[in-house]
């Protein structure tokens, strides 16, 4: 029998404590504050509630979403490219994502919903991903705080995020495929999982819907904390050094060849894991792009700019900041007052362009940041 706590900041905050057993996950403790518990409750919940693994539920307001298409399917590239499509959303501000991704489907729709077969999920001609994010420094604030007092999260989830995409992949049968439109509607506003709160729980057990904690991040954490532990055992290993007589020498040599060893391990495990750190290689990302700029050379030679920007007239809420152009496709990006402003104008753009859909919708400062992709 498993026990394991979960931490939902989505209102509040929230400890609930599970046990899983063969009749099925059952709610042993629920505990809700209003505000944050102050030091003294945490380091009784810690006691209290005891568990095997810790999961973290962020509420869905506090990520950005962006779903992106690459042309291929392995998780190697997918990894090394994405940092660089989410630089662009974090490069005023100078602050850093992390970030996990979801696989949709490679297909298109016009409109409404349509059934592919599950074969053509993760087609290898390419990737349609929803890729969720929050800011680092955010994050690692959080994770500090419940760290700090025992509750250190083994998982870093969204409960929100897995109710508004339910009904877009069962686990068994047909695969049902939603348009871009529908997917962001449902992340904006996503339903209630107060009622099948057992249900997720066990979800999330199985199969966590993303897991933030993966990659960098986790690994930053990890050995910030094992760095910690290694400070305290050499701050006593001193202590022990002057308490010790000359009779207990080789113990203490020991000791001292151990916490060696140990930091070699972390160390070289580490540089395994992720070799070139946070830092990607030069000549890799130098041939990307010129790549990229090879095939964009040509982009603008004979393309009416501005008769493309007068066709897209905005109405009053709505303000354009970037028209992109890339080969076959157009992405218009900007900021509206409300949703409805950014569905008015894709619904305008379906007479110069094919297929416009919202690719990106995000909430800052009372408006929405958008963007709307269309073919050519």
Not at 29 to 47: N, R, V
Not at 91 to 101: F, I, K
Not at 252 to 271: A, G, V
Not at 364 to 375: D, Q
Request: glycine share 6%; net charge neutral.
């Amino acid at each position: 029998m498993s026990r394991y706590l979960f931490i939902d900041l989505s209102k509040g905050t929230r400890f609930i404590l599970t046990k899983k057993s063969r009749d099925g996950l059952r709610i042993l403790k629920d505990m809700e504050f209003e505000e944050e518990p102050d030091p003294e409750t945490l380091k009784k919940i810690s006691s209290d509630l005891q568990a095997e693994r810790c999961y973290l539920n962020l509420p869905l307001e506090t990520l950005g979403f962006r779903i992106i298409e690459l042309p291929f399917n392995e998780d190697k590239k997918i990894r090394e490219v994405l940092p660089y499509e989410l630089k662009e959303r974090f490069l005023e501000s100078g602050l850093e994502p992390v970030y996990d991704y979801i696989r949709l489907p490679t297909v298109t729709s016009v409109g409404g919903e349509v059934t592919i077969p599950p074969s053509q999920k993760g087609s290898r001609n390419g990737s349609r991903l929803l890729v969720l994010y929050v800011e680092k420094e955010l994050l690692t604030e959080i994770v500090r705080r419940y760290s700090k007092y025992g509750l250190e999260p083994d998982v870093i989830t969204c409960f929100s995020l897995r109710v508004a995409l339910k009904g877009f992949t069962p686990p068994n049968g047909e695969v049902i495929v939603a348009n871009g439109d529908t997917i962001v509607e449902r992340l904006l506003n996503p339903p209630s999982y107060k009622e099948n709160l057992l249900e997720i729980l066990q979800e999330e057990i199985l199969s966590p819907v993303i897991n933030l904690k993966r990659g960098d991040f986790g690994i930053a954490i990890e050995k910030e904390n094992l760095i910690k532990r290694i400070r305290i055992t050499n701050l006593l290993l001193i202590v022990l050094l002057g308490v010790l007589t000359s009779g207990y020498a080789l113990t203490i040599k020991s000791d001292l060849n151990n916490i060696s060893r140990i930091k070699d391990f972390i160390r070289k495990e580490y540089k395994r894991e992720f070799p070139q750190g946070k830092v990607m290689d030069e000549i890799l990302q130098l041939r990307s792009r010129i790549k990229e700029l090879k095939e964009q050379r040509d982009l603008f030679t004979g393309i009416p700019v501005i008769e493309i920007l007068k066709g897209l007239k905005p109405e009053d809420g709505v303000t354009i900041t970037a028209v992109e152009m890339d080969t076959g496709f157009i992405t218009v990006k900007g900021e509206a007052s409300d949703l409805s402003k950014i569905e008015s104008l894709k619904n305008r753009m379906v007479t110069r362009f094919h297929n416009p859909q919202i690719t990106e919708s995000t909430q800052f400062g009372g408006r929405i940041r958008f963007s709307i992709k269309a073919e050519r």
